[in-house]
């Protein structure tokens, strides 16, 4: 399999990757069976993507599929940064279990990071939203 320059770079230096100081969303994606997680970081304006940021104990796949995501998604409205992730599902449904699981650890945290958005900004003070993804990153010849 060849990788293309901006798998690369992803690889080489993540985007978005680490922790807001002031989020106004943070969800958790999370494997139940591996252990492996994704917490992922909105800024405080509920209608668009304007800061964003993850953290991972995943693998460099988690990684790479979390900096190409976020990349896509900053900037972008909340409704189009939904179909972004709408079309990432589909273009990975194919993929090997563990890339779908990866990619879905990084969407689940960003629907998780979503609704604790919508929570606060209903005044409610939780501070994180958790999601089980419903895959496995934990392959056969792992376990």
Same mark, same amino acid.
């Given at each position: ?63 790479? !599929? ?50 604790? !958005? ?26």
């Amino acid at each position: 399999m060849e990788l293309s320059e901006e798998i690369i770079e992803h690889m080489m230096q993540p985007k978005n990757y680490g922790k807001l100081e002031a989020p106004g969303g943070v969800g958790l994606g999370y494997d139940d069976r591996s252990g492996e997680y994704v917490i992922l970081y909105l800024g405080q304006d509920p209608k668009a993507v304007g800061e964003i940021a993850f953290a991972t104990n995943g693998c460099q796949d988690t990684v790479v !599929l979390g900096s190409v995501f976020t990349e896509m998604v900053k900037g972008a409205s909340v409704d189009e940064a939904i179909r972004i992730m709408h079309s990432m599902e589909q273009q990975v449904a194919g993929a090997p279990e563990k890339q779908r699981a990866c990619s879905e650890l990084v969407l689940t945290a960003f629907k998780a990071a979503l609704q604790n !958005l919508a929570h606060r900004a209903a005044g409610g003070e939780e501070e994180l939203h958790k999601l089980p993804i419903a895959s496995s990153c934990a392959t056969e010849e792992e376990e």
